[in-house]
């Protein structure tokens, strides 16, 4: 029987690195597997870019562990999952536990587990590994233990990460580059420059004052440049309306993510900054001659897992603005 690798994802982003790790490793025989959730519309716009280089892929309905646990034990899930001779998964969250859970039923033989990226969460992975994920109650250990457990006889040893990121030497990390070579090979014409926004003000590890301080600070260091402000999708109307009136600038609403959005319309960009966003990381590796910039925040709410961050970001010549 023919080896298959079975791709767990849900969000935009990891579609993008599920395309750049098919074509990276040759890969003939695949298996998608859209995780559904209570966010549709994320749902479509994993779908959309797969359909755009027809992929196929199938969904799956994860509620919860618990969910998750029952599905599997009665053999609930796709009839055709149960049937493949897997000898790679790529998982595109492995914080999650329903993740992790969800491909242990799937597992016949030893097969290489492949994190994708999901956001600069790699990059707290390398350093902290799931032990940056604070177990609040008995239920969450109990629940880790089960899944280690289980994926004890079936998982090789070594977890090995396809990453943006690439990690410092000194973290003894398995680890192959990705590229985004397929969104590099395109032709890109209008120049803009961006401000990626971020949701701290509305999780309060910034008051709306303080972070428009940093809008602040970056106009001033560019003062002839026209910002394209381009919106976390938790950052509120309210917000929104008082950095158009306040900055003068245009808002730029993504389709997908700013990635692909800037490569299906091919846009150049000038500079780029952004609050800790992957999208200033990937940027820079797609466009090496852009002038990219990341936010150095000292609030004692963010230095230290910014401070992880920002010295992997210098390592792709991404500058840190203070």
Same mark, same amino acid.
């Given at each position: 029987?023919?080896?298959?690798?079975?791709?767990?994802?849900?969000?935009?982003?990891?579609?993008?690195?599920?395309?750049?790790?098919?074509?990276?490793?040759?890969?003939?025989?695949?298996?998608?597997?859209?995780?559904?959730?209570?966010?549709?519309?994320?749902? /479509?716009?994993?779908?959309?870019?797969?359909?755009?280089?027809?992929?196929?892929?199938?969904?799956?309905?994860?509620? *919860?562990?618990?969910?998750?646990?029952?599905?599997?034990?009665?053999?609930?899930?796709? *009839?055709?999952?149960?049937?493949? !001779?897997?000898?790679?998964?790529?998982?595109?969250? =492995?914080?999650? &536990?329903?993740?992790?859970?969800?491909?242990?039923?799937?597992?016949?033989?030893?097969? !290489?587990?492949?994190?994708? &990226?999901?956001?600069?969460?790699?990059?707290?992975?390398?350093?902290?590994?799931?032990?940056?994920? /604070?177990? /609040?109650?008995?239920?969450?250990?109990?629940?880790?233990?089960?899944?280690?457990?289980?994926?004890?006889?079936?998982?090789?040893? !070594?977890?090995?990460?396809?990453?943006?990121?690439?990690?410092?030497?000194?973290?003894?990390?398995?680890?192959?580059?990705?590229?985004?070579?397929?969104?590099?090979?395109?032709?890109?014409?209008?120049?803009?420059?961006?401000?990626? @926004?971020?949701?701290?003000?509305?999780? @309060?590890?910034? *008051?709306?004052?303080?972070?428009?301080?940093?809008?602040?600070?970056?106009?001033?260091?560019?003062?002839?440049?026209?910002?394209? =402000?381009?919106?976390?999708? /938790?950052?509120?109307?309210?917000?929104?309306?008082?950095?158009?009136?306040?900055?003068?600038?245009?808002?730029?609403?993504?389709? =997908?993510?700013?990635?692909? &959005?800037?490569?299906?319309?091919?846009?150049?960009?000038?500079?780029?900054? @952004?609050?800790?966003?992957?999208?200033?990381?990937?940027?820079?590796?797609?466009?090496?001659?852009?002038?990219?910039?990341?936010?150095?925040?000292?609030?004692?709410?963010?230095?230290?897992?910014?401070?992880?961050? !920002?010295?992997?970001?210098?390592?792709? @010549?991404?500058?840190?603005?203070?």
């Amino acid at each position: 029987m023919e080896r298959t690798s079975l791709f767990i994802i849900n969000t935009p982003f990891q579609a993008l690195c599920t395309i750049e790790a098919i074509k990276d490793y040759d890969i003939k025989n695949y298996y998608i597997a859209i995780v559904r959730n209570v966010n549709d519309k994320f749902n /479509k716009k994993t779908e959309k870019i797969l359909n755009d280089f027809n992929i196929s892929f199938n969904f799956i309905f994860i509620k *919860s562990f618990y969910d998750t646990l029952k599905k599997g034990i009665l053999r609930k899930f796709d *009839s055709e999952l149960y049937n493949l !001779n897997i000898d790679r998964i790529f998982v595109g969250d =492995y914080y999650s &536990d329903s993740f992790r859970l969800f491909i242990t039923f799937f597992i016949k033989n030893e097969v !290489n587990i492949i994190l994708l &990226d999901d956001g600069s969460a790699t990059i707290l992975l390398y350093k902290y590994g799931l032990s940056h994920i /604070k177990l /609040k109650s008995t239920n969450v250990i109990i629940k880790r233990k089960l899944i280690n457990f289980l994926m004890l006889f079936h998982t090789k040893k !070594n977890i090995l990460f396809f990453s943006v990121f690439t990690p410092p030497n000194n973290y003894n990390i398995l680890f192959k580059k990705n590229s985004l070579t397929f969104l590099r090979n395109n032709k890109y014409n209008d120049k803009m420059s961006f401000i990626i @926004g971020s949701k701290m003000s509305e999780t @309060g590890k910034l *008051s709306e004052n303080e972070y428009f301080n940093y809008l602040n600070k970056i106009k001033a260091r560019f003062p002839n440049e026209t910002f394209f =402000y381009c919106p976390h999708r /938790k950052e509120s109307t309210e917000k929104l309306n008082k950095i158009k009136v306040l900055f003068n600038f245009e808002i730029f609403n993504t389709e =997908y993510t700013l990635e692909y &959005d800037i490569y299906k319309k091919n846009i150049m960009p000038k500079i780029i900054v @952004g609050f800790g966003s992957t999208a200033v990381y990937t940027l820079k590796i797609i466009f090496p001659n852009i002038d990219a910039y990341t936010i150095s925040f000292y609030n004692k709410k963010t230095y230290n897992v910014y401070k992880v961050l !920002n010295d992997v970001y210098k390592e792709q @010549g991404v500058k840190i603005l203070e």
